[in-house]
Protein backbone atom coordinates (compact mmCIF):
# COMPACT_ATOMS: atom_id res chain seq x y z
CA UNK A 1 0.00 0.00 0.00
CA UNK A 2 2.70 2.76 0.68
CA UNK A 3 4.32 1.82 -2.38
CA UNK A 4 1.48 2.51 -4.19
CA UNK A 5 0.94 5.73 -2.86
CA UNK A 6 4.57 6.86 -3.22
CA UNK A 7 4.05 5.70 -7.12
CA UNK A 8 0.92 7.25 -7.10
CA UNK A 9 2.71 10.28 -5.67
CA UNK A 10 5.46 9.84 -8.10
CA UNK A 11 3.20 9.91 -11.38
CA UNK A 12 1.51 12.98 -10.70
CA UNK A 13 5.23 15.14 -10.20
CA UNK A 14 6.25 13.82 -12.92
CA UNK A 15 3.08 14.93 -15.64
CA UNK A 16 2.66 18.46 -13.79
CA UNK A 17 6.74 19.03 -14.58
CA UNK A 18 6.08 17.48 -18.22
CA UNK A 19 2.90 19.90 -18.23
CA UNK A 20 4.92 23.09 -17.43
CA UNK A 21 7.83 21.97 -19.69
CA UNK A 22 5.15 22.17 -22.52
CA UNK A 23 3.50 25.27 -21.69
CA UNK A 24 0.53 23.39 -20.98
CA UNK A 25 -0.13 24.82 -17.62
CA UNK A 26 -1.13 28.51 -16.87
CA UNK A 27 -0.85 29.36 -20.88
CA UNK A 28 -4.21 28.55 -22.17
CA UNK A 29 -7.58 29.02 -21.12
CA UNK A 30 -8.40 25.86 -20.10
CA UNK A 31 -12.04 26.58 -18.48
CA UNK A 32 -13.77 24.19 -21.33
CA UNK A 33 -12.04 21.44 -20.23
CA UNK A 34 -12.49 21.75 -16.96
CA UNK A 35 -15.96 22.12 -16.91
CA UNK A 36 -15.81 18.89 -19.50
CA UNK A 37 -13.82 16.99 -16.95
CA UNK A 38 -16.53 18.36 -14.21
CA UNK A 39 -19.87 17.31 -16.16
CA UNK A 40 -17.99 14.11 -16.72
CA UNK A 41 -17.40 13.35 -13.33
CA UNK A 42 -21.22 14.42 -12.51
CA UNK A 43 -22.35 11.99 -15.15
CA UNK A 44 -20.39 9.68 -13.53
CA UNK A 45 -21.03 10.19 -10.08
CA UNK A 46 -24.90 10.57 -10.88
CA UNK A 47 -24.58 6.90 -12.67
CA UNK A 48 -23.03 5.23 -9.69
CA UNK A 49 -26.19 7.08 -7.27
CA UNK A 50 -28.54 5.87 -10.17
CA UNK A 51 -27.00 1.78 -9.47
CA UNK A 52 -26.56 1.82 -5.77
CA UNK A 53 -30.38 3.04 -5.56
CA UNK A 54 -31.38 0.34 -7.57
CA UNK A 55 -28.69 -2.37 -5.87
CA UNK A 56 -30.65 -1.06 -2.81
CA UNK A 57 -33.72 -1.75 -3.49
CA UNK A 58 -33.38 -5.52 -5.03
CA UNK A 59 -30.71 -5.61 -1.71
CA UNK A 60 -33.92 -4.63 0.54
CA UNK A 61 -36.33 -7.13 -1.86
CA UNK A 62 -34.25 -10.08 -1.57
CA UNK A 63 -34.02 -10.29 2.27
CA UNK A 64 -37.64 -8.47 2.68
CA UNK A 65 -39.38 -11.54 4.69
CA UNK A 66 -36.69 -10.59 7.45
CA UNK A 67 -36.83 -7.37 7.85
CA UNK A 68 -39.69 -4.84 9.16
CA UNK A 69 -42.15 -5.02 6.25
CA UNK A 70 -43.46 -1.30 6.84
CA UNK A 71 -39.94 0.10 7.26
CA UNK A 72 -38.28 -1.96 4.42
CA UNK A 73 -41.29 -0.43 2.05
CA UNK A 74 -40.65 3.31 2.99
CA UNK A 75 -37.07 2.38 2.50
CA UNK A 76 -37.35 0.76 -0.79
CA UNK A 77 -40.09 3.71 -2.01
CA UNK A 78 -37.19 6.15 -0.70
CA UNK A 79 -34.48 4.30 -2.80
CA UNK A 80 -36.98 4.51 -6.11
CA UNK A 81 -38.05 8.11 -6.16
CA UNK A 82 -33.93 8.88 -5.74
CA UNK A 83 -33.66 6.80 -8.97
CA UNK A 84 -36.64 8.51 -10.52
CA UNK A 85 -35.37 12.23 -9.82
CA UNK A 86 -32.11 11.39 -11.47
CA UNK A 87 -33.84 10.00 -14.17
CA UNK A 88 -36.15 12.62 -14.64
CA UNK A 89 -35.44 13.06 -18.44
CA UNK A 90 -36.21 9.69 -19.08
CA UNK A 91 -39.31 9.44 -18.10
CA UNK A 92 -41.47 7.05 -19.74
CA UNK A 93 -44.62 7.46 -22.00
CA UNK A 94 -48.02 6.78 -21.63
CA UNK A 95 -51.57 7.49 -20.28
CA UNK A 96 -54.24 5.73 -18.64
CA UNK A 97 -54.94 2.61 -20.89
CA UNK A 98 -58.21 1.90 -22.38
CA UNK A 99 -58.50 -1.58 -20.98
CA UNK A 100 -58.01 -0.09 -17.34
CA UNK A 101 -61.89 1.29 -17.85
CA UNK A 102 -62.73 -2.35 -17.17
CA UNK A 103 -61.69 -2.02 -13.26
CA UNK A 104 -63.87 0.52 -12.76
CA UNK A 105 -66.62 -1.78 -11.56
CA UNK A 106 -64.71 -2.12 -8.13
CA UNK A 107 -62.94 0.85 -8.21
CA UNK A 108 -63.78 4.25 -9.49
CA UNK A 109 -62.64 5.85 -12.52
CA UNK A 110 -60.78 8.84 -10.53
CA UNK A 111 -58.79 6.15 -8.27
CA UNK A 112 -57.83 4.39 -11.39
CA UNK A 113 -56.46 7.22 -12.98
CA UNK A 114 -54.46 8.73 -10.06
CA UNK A 115 -53.26 5.28 -9.30
CA UNK A 116 -51.78 4.94 -12.74
CA UNK A 117 -50.64 8.07 -13.60
CA UNK A 118 -48.62 9.04 -10.36
CA UNK A 119 -45.20 9.42 -10.86
CA UNK A 120 -44.05 9.35 -6.71
CA UNK A 121 -43.24 5.14 -5.60
CA UNK A 122 -45.12 4.76 -2.31
CA UNK A 123 -45.05 2.19 -0.25
CA UNK A 124 -48.46 0.37 -1.42
CA UNK A 125 -46.00 -0.23 -4.61
CA UNK A 126 -43.43 -2.20 -2.87
CA UNK A 127 -46.17 -5.26 -2.38
CA UNK A 128 -45.78 -5.49 -6.81
CA UNK A 129 -42.24 -5.49 -6.75
CA UNK A 130 -41.84 -7.76 -3.81
CA UNK A 131 -44.57 -10.29 -5.70
CA UNK A 132 -42.40 -9.99 -9.11
CA UNK A 133 -39.03 -10.39 -7.80
CA UNK A 134 -40.34 -13.47 -5.61
CA UNK A 135 -41.89 -14.76 -8.76
CA UNK A 136 -38.82 -13.89 -10.81
CA UNK A 137 -36.68 -15.88 -8.71
CA UNK A 138 -39.12 -18.83 -8.94
CA UNK A 139 -38.93 -18.91 -12.67
CA UNK A 140 -35.11 -19.13 -13.05
CA UNK A 141 -34.65 -22.43 -11.14
CA UNK A 142 -38.08 -23.91 -12.02
CA UNK A 143 -38.14 -23.47 -15.80
CA UNK A 144 -35.47 -27.10 -15.99
CA UNK A 145 -36.07 -30.23 -17.59
CA UNK A 146 -35.89 -32.34 -14.33
CA UNK A 147 -39.12 -30.65 -13.77
CA UNK A 148 -41.08 -32.06 -16.95
CA UNK A 149 -44.18 -34.01 -16.71
CA UNK A 150 -43.28 -36.93 -18.18
CA UNK A 151 -47.15 -36.94 -19.66
CA UNK A 152 -45.80 -34.28 -21.93
CA UNK A 153 -41.76 -34.79 -22.53
CA UNK A 154 -42.54 -36.79 -25.57
CA UNK A 155 -45.04 -34.70 -26.87
CA UNK A 156 -43.42 -31.59 -26.55
CA UNK A 157 -39.71 -32.40 -28.01
CA UNK A 158 -41.98 -33.47 -31.00
CA UNK A 159 -43.58 -29.89 -30.67
CA UNK A 160 -41.10 -27.53 -32.96
CA UNK A 161 -41.52 -29.47 -35.69
CA UNK A 162 -45.53 -27.95 -35.78
CA UNK A 163 -45.33 -24.72 -34.12
CA UNK A 164 -41.69 -23.62 -34.19
CA UNK A 165 -38.98 -23.34 -32.14
CA UNK A 166 -39.65 -20.24 -29.86
CA UNK A 167 -43.47 -20.92 -29.04
CA UNK A 168 -42.13 -24.41 -28.35
CA UNK A 169 -40.54 -23.35 -26.26
CA UNK A 170 -42.25 -20.83 -24.38
CA UNK A 171 -45.21 -23.51 -24.35
CA UNK A 172 -42.85 -25.77 -22.29
CA UNK A 173 -41.84 -23.18 -19.94
CA UNK A 174 -45.33 -22.56 -19.21
CA UNK A 175 -45.98 -26.55 -18.83
CA UNK A 176 -43.08 -26.57 -16.23
CA UNK A 177 -44.66 -24.00 -14.20
CA UNK A 178 -48.08 -24.81 -14.71
CA UNK A 179 -46.54 -28.64 -13.20
CA UNK A 180 -44.86 -26.67 -10.15
CA UNK A 181 -48.35 -24.54 -9.25
CA UNK A 182 -50.21 -28.08 -8.98
CA UNK A 183 -47.29 -29.52 -6.91
CA UNK A 184 -46.81 -26.35 -4.93
CA UNK A 185 -50.33 -24.67 -4.44
CA UNK A 186 -51.85 -27.36 -2.73
CA UNK A 187 -55.42 -27.80 -4.14
CA UNK A 188 -58.83 -26.34 -1.77
CA UNK A 189 -62.60 -26.31 -2.73
CA UNK A 190 -63.41 -22.99 -4.29
CA UNK A 191 -65.68 -21.83 -1.22
CA UNK A 192 -64.35 -22.85 2.40
CA UNK A 193 -67.27 -20.41 3.74
CA UNK A 194 -68.93 -22.85 5.16
CA UNK A 195 -65.76 -24.42 7.22
CA UNK A 196 -66.01 -21.12 9.16
CA UNK A 197 -66.81 -21.60 12.61
CA UNK A 198 -70.53 -20.13 13.41
CA UNK A 199 -69.08 -17.65 16.18
CA UNK A 200 -66.33 -16.36 14.69
CA UNK A 201 -68.11 -12.70 13.78
CA UNK A 202 -68.22 -11.97 9.51
CA UNK A 203 -66.94 -8.59 8.24
CA UNK A 204 -69.16 -6.84 6.11
CA UNK A 205 -67.35 -6.93 2.84
CA UNK A 206 -68.62 -5.01 -0.61
CA UNK A 207 -69.40 -6.50 -3.88
CA UNK A 208 -70.92 -9.15 -2.32
CA UNK A 209 -68.00 -11.42 -1.06
CA UNK A 210 -68.17 -13.30 2.05
CA UNK A 211 -65.78 -14.71 4.50
CA UNK A 212 -63.25 -17.69 3.10
CA UNK A 213 -65.56 -17.12 -0.66
CA UNK A 214 -63.69 -18.18 -3.77
CA UNK A 215 -60.48 -16.71 -5.26
CA UNK A 216 -60.39 -13.35 -3.08
CA UNK A 217 -60.25 -14.60 0.32
CA UNK A 218 -56.07 -14.64 -0.28
CA UNK A 219 -53.60 -12.80 -2.11
CA UNK A 220 -51.31 -13.55 -4.79
CA UNK A 221 -48.44 -13.28 -2.30
CA UNK A 222 -50.66 -15.38 -0.10
CA UNK A 223 -51.12 -18.46 -2.16
CA UNK A 224 -47.60 -18.89 -3.08
CA UNK A 225 -46.15 -18.30 0.04
CA UNK A 226 -48.60 -20.53 1.88
CA UNK A 227 -48.64 -23.07 -0.34
CA UNK A 228 -52.53 -23.87 -0.88
CA UNK A 229 -55.22 -22.33 -2.61
CA UNK A 230 -58.20 -23.01 -5.06
CA UNK A 231 -58.50 -23.22 -7.99
CA UNK A 232 -58.55 -19.29 -8.65
CA UNK A 233 -56.02 -18.98 -6.67
CA UNK A 234 -53.49 -21.40 -8.49
CA UNK A 235 -54.32 -19.89 -11.81
CA UNK A 236 -53.49 -16.53 -9.93
CA UNK A 237 -50.11 -17.91 -9.12
CA UNK A 238 -49.88 -19.32 -12.45
CA UNK A 239 -50.27 -16.84 -14.93
CA UNK A 240 -47.66 -14.47 -12.41
CA UNK A 241 -45.04 -17.19 -13.17
CA UNK A 242 -45.51 -17.35 -16.84
CA UNK A 243 -45.10 -13.25 -16.87
CA UNK A 244 -42.21 -13.43 -15.18
CA UNK A 245 -40.83 -15.96 -17.72
CA UNK A 246 -42.15 -13.89 -20.46
CA UNK A 247 -45.11 -16.25 -21.27
CA UNK A 248 -48.37 -14.58 -22.53
CA UNK A 249 -50.81 -16.22 -20.03
CA UNK A 250 -54.82 -15.30 -19.06
CA UNK A 251 -57.68 -16.68 -17.44
CA UNK A 252 -60.59 -17.50 -19.95
CA UNK A 253 -64.09 -17.47 -18.64
CA UNK A 254 -67.67 -17.96 -20.15
CA UNK A 255 -70.05 -14.98 -19.53
CA UNK A 256 -73.69 -15.44 -18.65
CA UNK A 257 -76.22 -14.24 -21.15
CA UNK A 258 -78.14 -13.59 -18.42
CA UNK A 259 -76.10 -11.16 -16.36
CA UNK A 260 -73.30 -10.95 -17.72
CA UNK A 261 -70.93 -12.23 -15.08
CA UNK A 262 -67.88 -14.40 -16.09
CA UNK A 263 -67.36 -17.67 -15.07
CA UNK A 264 -63.66 -18.79 -15.23
CA UNK A 265 -62.97 -22.16 -16.79
CA UNK A 266 -59.31 -22.62 -17.10
CA UNK A 267 -55.73 -20.47 -18.35
CA UNK A 268 -54.98 -19.95 -21.57
CA UNK A 269 -51.25 -19.81 -22.71
CA UNK A 270 -50.82 -17.82 -26.18
CA UNK A 271 -47.94 -19.56 -27.89
CA UNK A 272 -47.57 -18.60 -31.71
CA UNK A 273 -51.20 -18.30 -33.05
CA UNK A 274 -52.86 -20.57 -30.69
CA UNK A 275 -54.10 -20.90 -26.93
CA UNK A 276 -53.45 -23.57 -25.28
CA UNK A 277 -55.64 -25.05 -22.15
CA UNK A 278 -54.53 -25.53 -18.58
CA UNK A 279 -57.41 -26.36 -16.23
CA UNK A 280 -55.99 -25.31 -12.34
CA UNK A 281 -59.40 -27.12 -10.48
CA UNK A 282 -58.46 -29.88 -12.81
CA UNK A 283 -54.69 -29.89 -11.89
CA UNK A 284 -53.78 -31.16 -15.45
CA UNK A 285 -53.63 -29.16 -18.68
CA UNK A 286 -56.36 -30.51 -20.66
CA UNK A 287 -55.35 -33.15 -23.21
CA UNK A 288 -55.82 -32.89 -26.79
CA UNK A 289 -57.63 -34.67 -29.19
CA UNK A 290 -56.09 -38.25 -29.14
CA UNK A 291 -55.40 -37.46 -25.24
CA UNK A 292 -51.63 -36.69 -26.49
CA UNK A 293 -50.02 -33.20 -25.63
CA UNK A 294 -52.11 -29.91 -24.42
CA UNK A 295 -55.43 -29.16 -26.44
CA UNK A 296 -55.70 -25.32 -28.28
CA UNK A 297 -58.35 -23.93 -27.71
CA UNK A 298 -59.46 -24.39 -31.44
CA UNK A 299 -59.52 -27.94 -30.81
CA UNK A 300 -61.83 -27.73 -27.69
CA UNK A 301 -64.57 -25.72 -29.69
CA UNK A 302 -63.97 -28.08 -33.06
CA UNK A 303 -63.39 -31.36 -31.70
CA UNK A 304 -65.85 -32.75 -29.59
CA UNK A 305 -63.83 -35.15 -27.53
CA UNK A 306 -61.68 -32.73 -26.24
CA UNK A 307 -64.47 -31.84 -23.98
CA UNK A 308 -66.29 -35.25 -23.51
CA UNK A 309 -63.48 -36.49 -22.22
CA UNK A 310 -63.25 -34.13 -18.98
CA UNK A 311 -66.26 -36.74 -17.69
CA UNK A 312 -65.07 -39.53 -15.89
CA UNK A 313 -67.99 -41.92 -16.13
CA UNK A 314 -69.65 -43.20 -12.78
CA UNK A 315 -67.75 -40.14 -10.83
CA UNK A 316 -67.56 -37.24 -12.36
CA UNK A 317 -69.06 -34.91 -15.48
CA UNK A 318 -67.53 -31.85 -16.48
CA UNK A 319 -69.45 -28.93 -15.83
CA UNK A 320 -69.05 -27.39 -19.72
CA UNK A 321 -69.44 -28.93 -23.50
CA UNK A 322 -67.94 -27.93 -26.42
CA UNK A 323 -70.55 -25.30 -26.91
CA UNK A 324 -70.11 -23.73 -23.91
CA UNK A 325 -66.83 -22.38 -24.59
CA UNK A 326 -67.55 -21.31 -28.15
CA UNK A 327 -66.57 -17.77 -26.24
CA UNK A 328 -64.26 -16.69 -24.12
CA UNK A 329 -63.31 -13.79 -22.12
CA UNK A 330 -59.76 -13.46 -22.00
CA UNK A 331 -58.97 -12.29 -18.00
CA UNK A 332 -55.28 -10.55 -18.02
CA UNK A 333 -53.85 -11.20 -14.62
CA UNK A 334 -52.13 -7.29 -13.86
CA UNK A 335 -52.17 -4.96 -11.59
CA UNK A 336 -53.32 -1.16 -11.76
CA UNK A 337 -49.73 -0.24 -10.41
CA UNK A 338 -47.76 -2.35 -13.53
CA UNK A 339 -50.29 -0.36 -16.21
CA UNK A 340 -48.55 3.01 -14.72
CA UNK A 341 -45.27 4.96 -16.77
CA UNK A 342 -44.06 4.64 -13.33
CA UNK A 343 -43.18 1.10 -13.75
CA UNK A 344 -42.45 0.94 -17.09
CA UNK A 345 -39.54 3.18 -16.74
CA UNK A 346 -38.47 1.36 -13.63
CA UNK A 347 -38.80 -2.05 -15.20
CA UNK A 348 -36.22 -0.20 -18.45
CA UNK A 349 -33.67 0.27 -15.67
CA UNK A 350 -33.04 -3.22 -14.58
CA UNK A 351 -30.84 -5.06 -16.03
CA UNK A 352 -28.86 -8.24 -15.85
CA UNK A 353 -29.72 -10.59 -12.80
CA UNK A 354 -32.23 -7.44 -11.37
CA UNK A 355 -34.46 -7.70 -14.41
CA UNK A 356 -38.06 -8.91 -13.35
CA UNK A 357 -41.58 -7.77 -15.16
CA UNK A 358 -43.12 -5.26 -13.30
CA UNK A 359 -45.46 -3.13 -16.64
CA UNK A 360 -47.90 -4.84 -18.81
CA UNK A 361 -48.89 -3.19 -22.08
CA UNK A 362 -52.45 -4.15 -21.57
CA UNK A 363 -53.98 -2.42 -24.54
CA UNK A 364 -51.26 -4.13 -26.95
CA UNK A 365 -51.19 -8.09 -24.63
CA UNK A 366 -55.04 -7.18 -25.27
CA UNK A 367 -54.88 -6.71 -29.19
CA UNK A 368 -52.86 -9.71 -29.29
CA UNK A 369 -55.35 -11.39 -27.68
CA UNK A 370 -58.36 -10.23 -29.22
CA UNK A 371 -57.36 -11.25 -32.59
CA UNK A 372 -57.59 -15.11 -31.52
CA UNK A 373 -60.51 -16.78 -32.51
CA UNK A 374 -62.91 -17.82 -29.67
CA UNK A 375 -62.09 -14.65 -27.79
CA UNK A 376 -65.12 -12.30 -27.47
CA UNK A 377 -63.19 -9.58 -25.51
CA UNK A 378 -60.43 -9.05 -22.90
CA UNK A 379 -60.59 -7.40 -19.46
CA UNK A 380 -58.07 -7.32 -16.55
CA UNK A 381 -58.80 -9.49 -14.13
CA UNK A 382 -60.51 -8.25 -10.88
CA UNK A 383 -59.82 -10.84 -8.88
CA UNK A 384 -56.25 -9.74 -7.18
CA UNK A 385 -57.96 -6.49 -7.06
CA UNK A 386 -61.14 -7.93 -4.89
CA UNK A 387 -58.85 -10.03 -2.74
CA UNK A 388 -56.44 -6.77 -1.80
CA UNK A 389 -60.12 -5.54 -0.62
CA UNK A 390 -61.18 -8.84 1.02
CA UNK A 391 -57.11 -8.60 3.19
CA UNK A 392 -58.02 -4.73 3.77
CA UNK A 393 -61.53 -5.29 5.42
CA UNK A 394 -60.56 -8.26 7.30
CA UNK A 395 -58.07 -6.59 8.99
CA UNK A 396 -60.21 -3.75 9.56
CA UNK A 397 -61.77 -6.31 12.00
CA UNK A 398 -58.77 -7.92 13.39
CA UNK A 399 -58.59 -4.30 14.95
CA UNK A 400 -61.77 -4.81 16.42
CA UNK A 401 -62.85 -8.13 17.05
CA UNK A 402 -60.55 -10.16 19.63
CA UNK A 403 -62.08 -13.03 18.28
CA UNK A 404 -62.14 -12.02 14.72
CA UNK A 405 -58.91 -11.43 15.07
CA UNK A 406 -57.84 -15.19 16.66
CA UNK A 407 -59.71 -17.33 14.04
CA UNK A 408 -58.30 -14.77 10.97
CA UNK A 409 -54.69 -14.92 12.87
CA UNK A 410 -54.03 -18.29 14.03
CA UNK A 411 -54.55 -20.30 11.35
CA UNK A 412 -51.25 -19.16 10.00
CA UNK A 413 -49.29 -17.85 13.14
CA UNK A 414 -47.26 -20.70 12.40
CA UNK A 415 -45.96 -19.25 9.12
CA UNK A 416 -46.64 -15.33 9.93
CA UNK A 417 -45.97 -14.80 13.71
CA UNK A 418 -43.36 -13.29 15.07
CA UNK A 419 -41.95 -15.86 17.09
CA UNK A 420 -38.87 -17.73 16.67
CA UNK A 421 -40.25 -20.86 15.34
CA UNK A 422 -42.37 -18.43 12.83
CA UNK A 423 -39.39 -16.69 11.71
CA UNK A 424 -37.32 -19.91 11.30
CA UNK A 425 -40.14 -21.25 9.27
CA UNK A 426 -39.98 -18.22 6.58
CA UNK A 427 -36.58 -18.21 6.06
CA UNK A 428 -36.89 -21.56 5.38
CA UNK A 429 -39.81 -20.67 3.43
CA UNK A 430 -37.90 -18.08 1.50
CA UNK A 431 -35.27 -20.04 0.58
CA UNK A 432 -36.83 -22.82 -0.96
CA UNK A 433 -38.98 -20.29 -3.12
CA UNK A 434 -35.80 -18.72 -4.48
CA UNK A 435 -34.49 -21.57 -5.12
CA UNK A 436 -31.60 -22.17 -2.16
CA UNK A 437 -32.11 -25.58 -0.86
CA UNK A 438 -28.43 -25.95 0.80
CA UNK A 439 -26.93 -24.10 2.80
CA UNK A 440 -24.06 -21.42 1.48
CA UNK A 441 -21.27 -22.02 3.92
CA UNK A 442 -19.24 -19.19 2.46
CA UNK A 443 -22.04 -16.46 3.58
CA UNK A 444 -23.17 -18.69 6.55
CA UNK A 445 -26.91 -18.56 5.42
CA UNK A 446 -28.74 -21.88 5.98
CA UNK A 447 -30.55 -23.35 2.98
CA UNK A 448 -34.52 -24.26 2.91
CA UNK A 449 -33.59 -28.15 3.68
CA UNK A 450 -31.69 -26.97 6.96
CA UNK A 451 -34.24 -24.48 7.96
CA UNK A 452 -37.36 -27.14 7.70
CA UNK A 453 -35.08 -29.76 9.44
CA UNK A 454 -34.78 -27.65 12.66
CA UNK A 455 -38.60 -27.34 12.59
CA UNK A 456 -38.62 -31.11 13.18
CA UNK A 457 -38.50 -31.08 16.99
CA UNK A 458 -39.18 -34.90 18.24
CA UNK A 459 -42.71 -36.01 19.17
CA UNK A 460 -41.62 -37.06 22.27
CA UNK A 461 -40.31 -33.82 22.86
CA UNK A 462 -43.14 -31.82 22.01
CA UNK A 463 -45.12 -34.17 24.15
CA UNK A 464 -43.35 -33.31 27.45
CA UNK A 465 -43.23 -29.68 26.93
CA UNK A 466 -46.00 -29.47 29.68
CA UNK A 467 -44.12 -31.16 32.48
CA UNK A 468 -40.45 -30.60 31.59
CA UNK A 469 -39.57 -27.41 33.07
CA UNK A 470 -36.20 -27.67 31.61
CA UNK A 471 -37.25 -28.42 28.24
CA UNK A 472 -39.71 -24.81 28.33
CA UNK A 473 -36.63 -22.69 29.26
CA UNK A 474 -34.83 -24.27 26.48
CA UNK A 475 -37.64 -22.82 24.39
CA UNK A 476 -38.34 -19.50 26.31
CA UNK A 477 -41.17 -20.54 27.76
CA UNK A 478 -41.33 -18.91 31.51
CA UNK A 479 -45.03 -18.71 33.60
CA UNK A 480 -45.50 -14.94 33.69
CA UNK A 481 -46.32 -13.31 37.07
CA UNK A 482 -50.26 -14.07 38.33
CA UNK A 483 -50.56 -16.46 35.84
CA UNK A 484 -52.42 -19.34 36.87
CA UNK A 485 -51.31 -23.18 36.29
CA UNK A 486 -54.01 -23.89 34.43
CA UNK A 487 -54.12 -21.19 32.18
CA UNK A 488 -50.09 -21.46 31.54
CA UNK A 489 -51.02 -25.49 30.89
CA UNK A 490 -53.44 -24.06 28.47
CA UNK A 491 -50.92 -21.68 27.11
CA UNK A 492 -48.30 -24.83 26.21
CA UNK A 493 -51.06 -26.96 24.80
CA UNK A 494 -51.49 -23.87 22.28
CA UNK A 495 -47.49 -23.42 21.79
CA UNK A 496 -47.54 -27.96 21.24
CA UNK A 497 -50.24 -27.52 18.56
CA UNK A 498 -48.38 -25.13 16.82
CA UNK A 499 -44.89 -26.82 16.95
CA UNK A 500 -47.00 -30.05 15.35
CA UNK A 501 -48.91 -27.89 12.71
CA UNK A 502 -45.11 -26.23 11.87
CA UNK A 503 -43.10 -29.39 11.96
CA UNK A 504 -45.78 -30.91 9.83
CA UNK A 505 -45.97 -28.03 7.69
CA UNK A 506 -42.31 -28.28 7.11
CA UNK A 507 -41.98 -31.78 6.50
CA UNK A 508 -44.17 -31.91 3.37
CA UNK A 509 -42.29 -28.73 2.09
CA UNK A 510 -38.65 -30.44 2.78
CA UNK A 511 -40.49 -33.37 0.52
CA UNK A 512 -41.14 -31.16 -1.86
CA UNK A 513 -37.83 -29.79 -2.18
CA UNK A 514 -36.72 -33.12 -2.36
CA UNK A 515 -38.86 -33.58 -5.74
CA UNK A 516 -37.94 -30.43 -7.36
CA UNK A 517 -34.20 -31.54 -6.34
CA UNK A 518 -34.66 -34.46 -8.38
CA UNK A 519 -34.25 -36.57 -5.65
CA UNK A 520 -37.60 -38.40 -6.98
CA UNK A 521 -37.05 -41.81 -4.25
CA UNK A 522 -36.01 -39.54 -1.64
CA UNK A 523 -38.76 -37.27 -2.03
CA UNK A 524 -41.22 -40.39 -1.81
CA UNK A 525 -39.82 -41.92 1.18
CA UNK A 526 -40.94 -38.14 3.10
CA UNK A 527 -44.66 -38.72 1.39
CA UNK A 528 -45.38 -41.41 1.90
CA UNK A 529 -43.53 -42.37 5.60
CA UNK A 530 -43.67 -39.21 7.03
CA UNK A 531 -46.16 -36.61 5.59
CA UNK A 532 -48.79 -39.30 5.38
CA UNK A 533 -47.70 -41.02 8.87
CA UNK A 534 -51.25 -41.93 10.58
CA UNK A 535 -50.40 -41.23 13.56
CA UNK A 536 -49.05 -37.43 12.51
CA UNK A 537 -52.20 -36.74 9.64
CA UNK A 538 -52.17 -33.20 8.89
CA UNK A 539 -53.91 -30.58 6.05
CA UNK A 540 -50.85 -31.45 3.91
CA UNK A 541 -52.60 -35.14 2.77
CA UNK A 542 -54.23 -34.54 -0.05
CA UNK A 543 -51.28 -32.60 -1.72
CA UNK A 544 -49.00 -35.75 -0.20
CA UNK A 545 -50.84 -38.24 -1.73
CA UNK A 546 -50.82 -36.71 -5.03
CA UNK A 547 -47.49 -36.05 -4.82
CA UNK A 548 -46.46 -39.31 -3.83
CA UNK A 549 -48.12 -40.42 -6.95
CA UNK A 550 -46.06 -38.75 -9.09
CA UNK A 551 -42.71 -39.75 -7.37
CA UNK A 552 -43.76 -43.29 -8.17
CA UNK A 553 -44.51 -42.01 -11.78
CA UNK A 554 -40.75 -41.38 -12.09
CA UNK A 555 -39.71 -44.66 -10.99
CA UNK A 556 -42.06 -46.27 -13.17
CA UNK A 557 -44.18 -47.74 -10.51
CA UNK A 558 -47.55 -46.99 -12.34
CA UNK A 559 -49.74 -49.51 -10.98
CA UNK A 560 -48.53 -47.49 -8.01
CA UNK A 561 -48.85 -43.98 -9.33
CA UNK A 562 -52.75 -44.93 -10.63
CA UNK A 563 -53.55 -46.46 -7.49
CA UNK A 564 -52.86 -43.46 -5.36
CA UNK A 565 -54.56 -41.59 -8.10
CA UNK A 566 -57.60 -42.91 -8.00
CA UNK A 567 -58.18 -42.34 -4.09
CA UNK A 568 -61.81 -40.80 -3.21
CA UNK A 569 -60.42 -38.46 -0.63
CA UNK A 570 -58.22 -35.96 -2.39
CA UNK A 571 -60.12 -32.81 -3.19
CA UNK A 572 -58.70 -33.25 -6.44
CA UNK A 573 -60.43 -36.42 -6.88
CA UNK A 574 -61.75 -35.37 -10.52
CA UNK A 575 -58.50 -33.93 -12.24
CA UNK A 576 -56.41 -37.11 -10.29
CA UNK A 577 -58.81 -39.60 -11.91
CA UNK A 578 -57.88 -38.18 -15.33
CA UNK A 579 -54.79 -38.09 -15.30
CA UNK A 580 -54.28 -41.79 -13.53
CA UNK A 581 -56.40 -42.94 -17.03
CA UNK A 582 -53.67 -41.01 -18.90
CA UNK A 583 -50.50 -42.77 -16.96
CA UNK A 584 -52.44 -46.15 -18.03
CA UNK A 585 -53.07 -45.11 -21.48
CA UNK A 586 -49.13 -43.49 -21.79
CA UNK A 587 -47.26 -46.10 -20.37
CA UNK A 588 -49.59 -48.98 -19.16
CA UNK A 589 -50.03 -50.17 -22.71
Known amino acids: MLFAKKFALGLAQVLTVTLLATGMVGCTDDSDTIRRIQTQRQIALQKQSQQDHLGETVSLLSQFMELNEEKASRQISYHLNQWSQANAAKDADGGV ?340 FADDEIEGIKGARTRYLEQRAPEFEIEDLRINVDLQKRYGLRRGLGIESQQYDQQLQQIQMFMRLGKRTATHWLALVQYDDGRFETSGNWFGKRVLDEEQMSMWEDSARYSLARTKEHSGNWEEAIELLKDERTVTGHGNRLRARLVDKSFQE
Open 97 to 436: PDLASTLTEVVPENVVREEILRGEFRPTDVSVLRDAYLFRQAVQWIDAPIRDDLLLADWLKELPKEIGEDPALQLQTAARLFDWTIRNVAAEPLDSSEGVPPQVPRPQFPFGMKLEGPGYRQTLFQSIWRGRGDALQRANVFTALCQQAGVSAAVLATQSEDDGSLNPWAVGVLAGDEIYLFETELGLPIPGPDQVGIATLSEARKEPTVMRRLDVAGFYDYPLSRTDIQQSVALLNTRMEAMSPRMKKLQSGLTGDRRMTLYMDVDKVAKRWDDVSGIAGVRVWTMPLLADIYQAEARRMVDRDPLFSFWFLSRWAVLEGEDEMAKNLTSGRWQHLTGR
